[in-house]
């Protein structure tokens, strides 16, 4: 026991801190006599953790519901994540894990444990001596790494589900201390180790045959990982991402590829390639397993020395990122090719690299963007027609020689010098980057290109070269070779297609029974790089609500607008958009207007049809839609003149967006004569105007049918 109290002491500063995160804040301070956070059911069959009781003085009284789980039931807290299994050429591994776990879920525990809490007073705050109240008890939540899934040591906290799920990591390296459930006193400390059976890359080696016997040089296996990872059970190996460069010589011959069979009828790659995933087994020296073999291939050299004519160029890449800026690239699915945005004035970067394999003065002076040009339609044609058809353009760029013939040198865009021969829709731009490295014979240029709207729908592609200037010619790369690092564009001028605009209607209209507008479908393509998002906005000018609407699983947005929801009533806004996968965008817009008003007139007494007597009651009722501001009823002057209580012109605001009115009205007996009376209604928006007239038919008089019948 004094042992143990040496080392809480030893460590009391590290684990202040650790227990004002780990304990309640009630058991930190101290404060007041510790409630029991696990609490058995009356049958002693099944038990809850809950929230500690507040004090009776706090103002949060509340308490959670008690939740019982029945014993011997595993609670998950959080999301539980298991490890993948190892895929092809993958293998699971374990070590032992120091510093922060991270944790995928909390598992209720039930191990039996009895209270022996430390007896050290006062420890952190921590009420202590020899209350020890040896209270039996099953145990808490236990952590799970998140890389492997397994438990991790044996830490256990006594804290609430609530508490116990917002713990996303331990730190391996610290003593965890936890909370006897009776008492609230602390328990014993416990160690932790974590041994973590997590997934590793598969290790696999690649060997170099010079694959002639007069070949020359020497060249050492190297590494990889399989998915290019950086760690190989959790440290790094120094592995490979690309082949070794060839080192091997062969006079009379020069260098091709790589292949996977010595008569080059394999898969081949190129001098310094990136490679992914070659091997689908793990190395292992004893057996052999994880090698891959490359065999050099040759070709015969067309008689000038190989110092002078070994140029060769690797694959372009093709960036979205310009100076930081993200622009509109993207690549074709399933395909070689790229989607580029053909506006005129989106970039995109083209990058590769060349070199001069042999000769330390000879450097390379000119790199070559050689584009050609084609429809789509003339992708079913034979390969000679397209060449014949296809229009070629090389874009060349000299670069300056640097003083040095060691290191690094970056060469500005400025001090490069450009050159254009032939047309197409391929336009350089003004962004540019140069870097000489390895002794100044290797070349990485990126430069920036443009698309003008007659690229749309076209394929170009685009082929790597390089050359160095001589005293008398100019040594160019290998065609057959660069043609292997081309890249293929396509040219997208134009946003997605909108369909389904016609179901949209000119109004929502709504009879006298209300009742809904026919659905409404849309939906957006774009056949050359795909549709990337598509939403329909909905906006109500009148009152500001506005609402999106987005694809179903199909890709169609499908809207109903309802007769009782006031999204559609008024002057109404429907914005369509819909974005490729470039950033093209498509917006197509309509404004739907519902501004209607209604009036008739009845009479008082059946028939209900307009025709009166004098002296007889009617009712005048107007309907308003659309969010009308303003109402006005204009009453034919005979009527107003005897009536006092119906005024010449009736005009109030509008309170709501649908109006309905019932105004009760007298035809004045001692209007002349029978004919045709006329009342204006009139209902204002804006600088809109609606306007009806319903008509009153007045025949006879009341009054004479009352005299009639008094004869």
Known sequence: MKKRKRLYQRKKLLLLATLAILLPARIAHGAGNPETLIKFSPDGKAWTIREALPRPEDARNAVNPVCWYPMGEEVITGEKREPGKPGRGEHAYSYERHGIVPISHWRVRHAHAQCIHVEVPGFHGVPGGGNRCHASYYSGWNPYCEDCGEIVGSVLFYLSRDTVGKLTTLNLDLDYYYLCPTCNHMEQGAEVRHVCKGISANRYLVTYLPNADDAEGEMQPSFHLYHNVELYEGESIGAQK???????ERKGWQFVEWNLEPDGSGEGFGDGQEILNLSEENYDPATGVGIVRLYAIWEPDSGKPLTEREIRT?????RSLVDGTEYGSVAGDGGEGFFVKADGVTPFTLAFMAEVKKGKKQQIDVLRFLTRDFDMEELDMEE???????????????????????????????????????????????????????????VLITQGFTMDFAGNGKQIRVTPGAGVKMEEEEVRSEKAADARNSILLTGDGEGPVIFGTESIPDQFVRGEEGGDVALMELWAEDALSGTASFQVEIVNVDHGRTETFYPEADGHVRIQPSSGDDLYGGDVRILIKAK?????????EKNVREFALEAKIVRMLSPHEPVFQRGESGILIVTVRGYARKLEIDWPESFAEDDPDLPRLFSYEIPSELVREEMEFMVPLYLEGDGERQITVRAYKGEMTLECRPHVSVAGSVLEELRTRLR
């Open 242 to 248: 690309t082949l070794s460069p060839n080192a091997y």
């Open 384 to 442: 000679s027609e397209i060449e014949t058809t296809g229009a070629w353009s090389e874009f060349a760029i000299l670069v300056p020689r640097g003083e040095e013939l060691a290191g690094e040198l970056a060469i500005p865009s400025e001090a490069l010098a450009r050159e254009r021969t032939g047309k197409g829709v391929l336009q350089p731009g003004n962004y540019s980057q140069v870097l000489r490295t390895d002794g100044m014979k290797r």
């Open 314 to 318: 690797v694959p372009i890449e093709i």
């Open 580 to 588: 490729d996968r470039v950033g093209n965008e498509t917006v197509w």
